[in-house]
C-alpha cells in the first residue's frame, strides 16, 4: 500500500498529459513546489478536474510512485474563478506563480512563498488597488523573503535613519550627506527615492502579510516604486520570466 500524505498547497500551472491525464506543479507548505500527475483529471466527471486547474487552493492528498507524485483526491478551499476568468488578472496570476515556482524548491517548506502568493490572489481578486502596485508589493515582499532583501531603514555608510536617503543599487540606501562624500558613487547608479515612496517600500517588509495589500498611493508614487523594482530587479534578479510579455508595462 503506497503512502499517501495530505499537502497544502495551490496549483500553479497544469498541462495535459496522454488522453486524459494531467501534469500540475503545486506549491506547497510542507514540501514547497511538486510536480505531480493526475490520473483521468480531464475525463468528464472525474473527481480530479477541478481540483487541478491553475490557482486552486486546498489540501491535495499525493502519493509518490516510483518517479513521480501522483495526485489521489483534494479538498478545494479556494478557488479564484474570477482571475481565470479575466485575461489581465490572469496574466498578473501566471506572473506571480511563476516567480513562486522560480524561488521554491521540491523538498523546502516553503509556508511564506505560498501565503503570499494567497493573499496576492486575493488582492487581485478584490479590484481595491490597482494591479501594478499588487505586482510591486509581491516583488518587494517576495525578494525579502528570498534573502535578497535590501537595507533600506538606514544608510549604509553612517547609519542614521532621520535623513532623506539616496538608493544607489549598492545594497540599499545612502543618504544625502554621504553621497555627496562619494562623487562616483553617486555618477555609478543614482537613484533618489522620496520620503513616501521610502515609507512604502518599508511598510511592505515589516507588515503582517494579512495587512500587505491595505493600502494605496498617488500615482507619482507609484510610478516612482514602479521605477525603483524595474532598477531593482534588474540588478538582483538576472531572470527573465516568460509571462512577464503579457504584462503592459
Do not use: W
Not at 500527475?37 to 486552486?56: N, Y
Not at 549604509?156 to 532623506?164: I, N, P
Amino acid at each position: 500500500m503506497r503512502e499517501t500524505v495530505t499537502l497544502t498547497g495551490m496549483v500553479l500551472t497544469a498541462s495535459p498529459m496522454k488522453e486524459y491525464d494531467r501534469r500540475v506543479e503545486i506549491l506547497t507548505r510542507e514540501r514547497g513546489r511538486i510536480s505531480a500527475f493526475a490520473q483521468g483529471a480531464r475525463k468528464a466527471g472525474s473527481a480530479l478536474s477541478a481540483c487541478t486547474l491553475p490557482f486552486t487552493f486546498g489540501d491535495f492528498a499525493i502519493y509518490e510512485g516510483r518517479s513521480s507524485y501522483n495526485v489521489k483526491g483534494g479538498m478545494i478551499q479556494k478557488f479564484f474563478g474570477d482571475i481565470a476568468e479575466d485575461y489581465d488578472m490572469t496574466c498578473y496570476a501566471s506572473y506571480f506563480a511563476e516567480m513562486a515556482q522560480y524561488f521554491t524548491r521540491e523538498n523546502m517548506e516553503a509556508p511564506d512563498e505560498l501565503l503570499l502568493l494567497y493573499m496576492t490572489l486575493l488582492a487581485l481578486q478584490n479590484k481595491r488597488i490597482p494591479m501594478k502596485l499588487i505586482r510591486i508589493i509581491y516583488e518587494m515582499r517576495m525578494m525579502m523573503i528570498s534573502g535578497q532583501s535590501l537595507e533600506l531603514f538606514q544608510c549604509l555608510r553612517c547609519h542614521r535613519t532621520d535623513t532623506k536617503s539616496v538608493y544607489f543599487a549598492a545594497g540599499g540606501l545612502v543618504c544625502e550627506e554621504c553621497a555627496k562624500k562619494e562623487a562616483p558613487l553617486a555618477k555609478s547608479y543614482p537613484f533618489l527615492l522620496g520620503g513616501d515612496a521610502l515609507y512604502s517600500l518599508q511598510y511592505i517588509l515589516t507588515v503582517p502579510v494579512e495587512r500587505l495589500y491595505s493600502f494605496a498611493v498617488t500615482p507619482q508614487v507609484q510610478g516612482e516604486l514602479e521605477h525603483f523594482m524595474r532598477s531593482y530587479l534588474g540588478r538582483y534578479l538576472p531572470h527573465h520570466f516568460k509571462s512577464l510579455e503579457f504584462l503592459s508595462e
